[in-house]
C-alpha cells in the first residue's frame, strides 16, 4: 500500500487537516495515525477534477479548425453518434488538464443539432480510446441558437427555435406511440427502428439528456419538454440566465445544471447577458450544479480557475472543490469518483500548496493508484 502524508485534504465535500491517506489502485484508508506502506508524497491533497462538460479530443490541439469532429453534419436528428468514435487521445491537450488535475472528462458532441449524439466519460491520462472510456453519460440535445444556424448542414434543418423542437416533439411523440404499441403487443422489439430504440430509452429514462441551452426562455421550454414527455434533462450552460428565479425554478423542477464555460468571450447574441457576476443568482437559487470547461471554448487546464468567481459570492473553498469533483459524479451518475474515501478510485494530486493560492500547482497527480505526473 503507498501513504500519503497530507497537510490539508480537501476530500470532494470538506476539509481535513493532518490525515494519511493509503491507497492501491482505490482508497484504503483515510487516518490520523499513519498507516504501514511506503511513504509516497506530502502536502495538499484534492481528488480528481471532473469536466462535466468538454469537446477535448474532438476539438484538437494544433489541428485546423476544419478537422474538428466535434459536430456531425449529415442529418439534425441522429443519436447513433458516439464522441468517443470520434476523440484521438494524442491531443496534447490531455497531457495538460493531467499535469492541471483534470483527469476525466465527460466529452460530448457539439450543438449544431438538437440530437446530437452519445456523451461518454474518459480517462484523460489513457493512450487509446479503449483504454480511456469509462462509461456512457447522456445523449446530447441542443436548443436556442445553434441548432437553427446549421441550415447549410445537411439533412432535414431547422430555421428557427421553433423548428427544433417540432423536430424533437415529433420524435418523441413517435417514441411514445411505439411503447404503447409494444406494451400491447401490437409490435415486436425486432419491428422497432434503431433511433427510434434510442428515443424510446430516452423516454424510459435509460439515457439522460445533455441540453444545450443559454436563454431564459429556452430554459422554460425545456421545461415543458419535460412535463410534456417525462425526460430527465441535465441543463448544460445557462450563462444568459441572469435571474435567480429561473434557476430557482429548474431546481424545483429537479433540473441540475452543468454551468459554464467561465471567462470565454460572449461571441454571440444569445450571450448578451453573459456576465461572471451571474454567478451570485446560481448560487442563490441553490440549484444542484457542477462546472465544465466546454474545451476548447476554455482550456480544460483552467476549469479550476473560474471557481474564483464563487469564491467571490461567498462559496467555501471545500465547496468549490466539490464543485469539479463530487457533484459532477453525483450530477451524472459516476459512482467511483470524486470524493477521498475508502473504496473510491484512488485518482487524486498532491499539491505544493493550498490550491487556491496562485503559486499552487500538482507536483504529483495519482491516476487509480498509479503516479501519472510527478513534477
Same mark, same amino acid.
Not at 445523449?139 to 417540432?166: D, F, Q
Not at 444569445?270 to 461572471?276: F, G, Q
Given at each position: 500500500?503507498?501513504?500519503?502524508?497530507?497537510?490539508?485534504?480537501?476530500?470532494?465535500?470538506?476539509?481535513?487537516?493532518?490525515?494519511?491517506?493509503?491507497? #492501491?489502485?482505490?482508497?484504503?484508508?483515510?487516518?490520523?495515525?499513519?498507516?504501514?506502506?511506503?511513504?509516497?508524497?506530502?502536502?495538499?491533497?484534492?481528488?480528481? %477534477?471532473?469536466?462535466?462538460?468538454?469537446?477535448?479530443?474532438?476539438?484538437?490541439?494544433?489541428?485546423? !479548425?476544419?478537422?474538428? =469532429?466535434?459536430?456531425?453534419?449529415? #442529418?439534425?436528428?441522429?443519436?447513433?453518434?458516439?464522441?468517443?468514435?470520434?476523440?484521438?487521445?494524442? #491531443?496534447?491537450?490531455?497531457?495538460?488538464?493531467?499535469?492541471?488535475?483534470?483527469?476525466?472528462?465527460?466529452?460530448?458532441?457539439?450543438?449544431?443539432?438538437?440530437?446530437?449524439?452519445?456523451?461518454?466519460?474518459?480517462?484523460?491520462?489513457?493512450?487509446?480510446?479503449?483504454?480511456?472510456?469509462?462509461?456512457?453519460?447522456?445523449?446530447?440535445?441542443?436548443?436556442?441558437?445553434?441548432?437553427?444556424?446549421?441550415?447549410?448542414?445537411?439533412?432535414?434543418? /431547422?430555421?428557427?427555435?421553433?423548428?427544433?423542437?417540432?423536430?424533437?416533439? =415529433?420524435?418523441?411523440?413517435?417514441?411514445?406511440?411505439?411503447?404503447?404499441?409494444?406494451?400491447?403487443?401490437?409490435?415486436?422489439?425486432?419491428?422497432?427502428?434503431?433511433?427510434?430504440?434510442?428515443?424510446?430509452?430516452?423516454?424510459?429514462?435509460?439515457?439522460?439528456?445533455?441540453?444545450?441551452?443559454?436563454?431564459?426562455?429556452?430554459? %422554460? *421550454?425545456?421545461? !415543458?419538454?419535460?412535463?410534456?414527455?417525462?425526460? @430527465?434533462?441535465?441543463?448544460?450552460?445557462?450563462?444568459?440566465?441572469?435571474?435567480?428565479?429561473? %434557476?430557482?425554478?429548474?431546481?424545483?423542477?429537479?433540473?441540475?445544471?452543468?454551468?459554464?464555460?467561465? @471567462?470565454?468571450? /460572449?461571441?454571440?447574441?444569445?450571450?448578451?447577458?453573459?456576465?461572471?457576476?451571474?454567478?451570485?443568482?446560481?448560487?442563490?437559487?441553490?440549484?444542484?450544479?457542477?462546472?465544465?470547461?466546454? +474545451?476548447?471554448?476554455?482550456?480544460?487546464?483552467?476549469?479550476?480557475?473560474?471557481?474564483? +468567481?464563487?469564491?467571490?459570492?461567498?462559496?467555501?473553498?471545500?465547496?468549490?472543490?466539490?464543485?469539479?469533483? !463530487?457533484?459532477?459524479?453525483?450530477?451524472?451518475?459516476? !459512482? #467511483?469518483?470524486?470524493? *477521498?474515501?475508502?473504496?473510491?478510485?484512488?485518482?487524486?494530486?498532491?499539491?505544493?500548496?493550498?490550491?487556491?493560492?496562485?503559486?499552487?500547482?500538482?507536483?504529483?497527480?495519482?491516476?487509480?493508484?498509479?503516479?501519472?505526473?510527478?513534477?
Amino acid at each position: 500500500m503507498k501513504v500519503v502524508k497530507v497537510n490539508t485534504l480537501y476530500d470532494g465535500r470538506k476539509v481535513l487537516k493532518n490525515v494519511y491517506i493509503g491507497f #492501491d489502485d482505490r482508497f484504503v484508508s483515510v487516518t490520523r495515525d499513519k498507516p504501514e506502506g511506503e511513504l509516497v508524497g506530502e502536502g495538499v491533497v484534492t481528488p480528481a %477534477f471532473i469536466d462535466a462538460h468538454s469537446h477535448i479530443g474532438m476539438a484538437r490541439a494544433g489541428e485546423p !479548425s476544419a478537422e474538428d =469532429e466535434a459536430n456531425e453534419r449529415m #442529418d439534425s436528428i441522429y443519436p447513433l453518434v458516439n464522441a468517443l468514435h470520434s476523440v484521438y487521445m494524442d #491531443d496534447v491537450a490531455f497531457r495538460e488538464s493531467v499535469e492541471n488535475n483534470v483527469l476525466y472528462s465527460t466529452i460530448l458532441p457539439g450543438s449544431g443539432n438538437p440530437i446530437g449524439g452519445k456523451a461518454v466519460l474518459v480517462r484523460n491520462y489513457a493512450s487509446n480510446v479503449e483504454d480511456a472510456y469509462l462509461q456512457d453519460i447522456g445523449i446530447k440535445m441542443a436548443l436556442g441558437y445553434n441548432p437553427r444556424s446549421t441550415t447549410e448542414w445537411s439533412g432535414k434543418r /431547422p430555421t428557427t427555435r421553433m423548428g427544433a423542437v417540432a423536430l424533437l416533439r =415529433e420524435r418523441f411523440m413517435k417514441a411514445r406511440k411505439l411503447m404503447s404499441q409494444l406494451e400491447a403487443g401490437k409490435k415486436l422489439q425486432d419491428e422497432i427502428e434503431p433511433l427510434d430504440e434510442i428515443f424510446i430509452s430516452i423516454l424510459k429514462k435509460q439515457y439522460k439528456l445533455m441540453v444545450h441551452l443559454h436563454k431564459e426562455d429556452d430554459a %422554460f *421550454v425545456l421545461l !415543458s419538454l419535460k412535463r410534456e414527455f417525462g425526460i @430527465d434533462p441535465i441543463l448544460n450552460h445557462g450563462l444568459d440566465i441572469f435571474h435567480e428565479e429561473v %434557476f430557482s425554478r429548474l431546481k424545483q423542477n429537479g433540473i441540475s445544471l452543468v454551468y459554464g464555460p467561465m @471567462d470565454s468571450h /460572449p461571441y454571440k447574441v444569445e450571450l448578451k447577458h453573459e456576465s461572471w457576476r451571474n454567478a451570485r443568482f446560481v448560487l442563490q437559487s441553490g440549484i444542484r450544479f457542477c462546472m465544465m470547461s466546454d +474545451h476548447p471554448v476554455i482550456l480544460q487546464r483552467n476549469i479550476f480557475l473560474t471557481m474564483r +468567481h464563487f469564491l467571490r459570492f461567498g462559496l467555501s473553498k471545500e465547496d468549490a472543490i466539490s464543485k469539479l469533483t !463530487s457533484e459532477p459524479a453525483e450530477i451524472l451518475g459516476i !459512482s #467511483d469518483l470524486g470524493t *477521498v474515501q475508502q473504496g473510491k478510485i484512488a485518482s487524486f494530486s498532491v499539491w505544493n500548496n493550498d490550491p487556491f493560492s496562485l503559486d499552487a500547482h500538482p507536483v504529483s497527480v495519482f491516476a487509480e493508484g498509479r503516479e501519472v505526473y510527478s513534477e
